[in-house]
């Protein structure tokens, strides 16, 4: 039998004793975690150990925490990085957002949530390179984070679409579909193919 390899989470947080409550409940659901308690460590834990998700505090020492996410985001716009902040305004959480951030969870916070949410981005994670490692032959799949036509917009890496009547929160299946309808624009598909 094959030994599942634990997830790996990056915890980037100065108050120790947040710290510590989160990679102790973290820890009991079964991830693998690591603590960095300044910017600067946490960069160089996250270069050398290659965490799934990042957990990431905006107010640290040496480096703050958006500027750690533009860091990360230029080298890898694919792991998941959560946001959680005493800063919880608005503003703070649209520069996160711009700057890449997945998800955003204030401080305090609720734990079931919290878990909740850690939960929803090591799946998103492991589908997207579970979807990369089954292309099959013969099958070509969209592989870009975004498509555009007209005056729609998709986001594979947030599961939102943008069209004339809002914003679509979009399942796994059809995030799968869309980009292999893109993929083959035009070209029949066989059942087995869907």
């Not at 985001?73 to 902040?85: G, N």
Request: contains cysteine; aromatic residues 8%; proline residues 3%.
């Amino acid at each position: 039998m094959e030994a599942v390899e634990k997830k790996r989470i990056l915890v980037i947080e100065d108050e120790v004793h947040i710290a510590d409550g989160i990679r102790l409940n973290l820890s009991i659901q079964g991830y693998d975690v690591k603590i960095a308690i300044d910017g600067i460590q946490g960069l160089e834990k996250w270069r050398s150990w290659k965490p799934d998700l990042i957990i990431l505090d905006i107010m640290l020492p040496m480096i703050d925490g958006f500027s750690i996410l533009k860091t990360i985001r230029q080298e890898d716009e694919k792991i998941p990085v959560l946001i959680l902040s005493a800063r919880g305004d608005t503003k703070d959480k649209i520069k996160g957002l711009k700057y890449g951030v997945d998800d955003y969870l204030s401080k305090p916070f609720d734990l079931e949530e919290f878990l909740l949410r850690v939960e929803r981005l090591i799946k998103k994670k492991t589908w997207y390179e579970r979807d990369k490692k089954e292309k099959k032959p013969g099958h070509k799949m969209f592989d870009g984070n975004t498509y555009d036509f007209g005056d729609n917009h998709i986001d594979f890496i947030s599961f939102k679409a943008q069209c004339a009547a809002g914003e679509i929160v979009l399942t796994e299946q059809e995030i799968v579909l869309l980009k292999l309808f893109i993929a083959n624009k035009g070209m029949p598909l066989s059942r087995g193919m869907l």
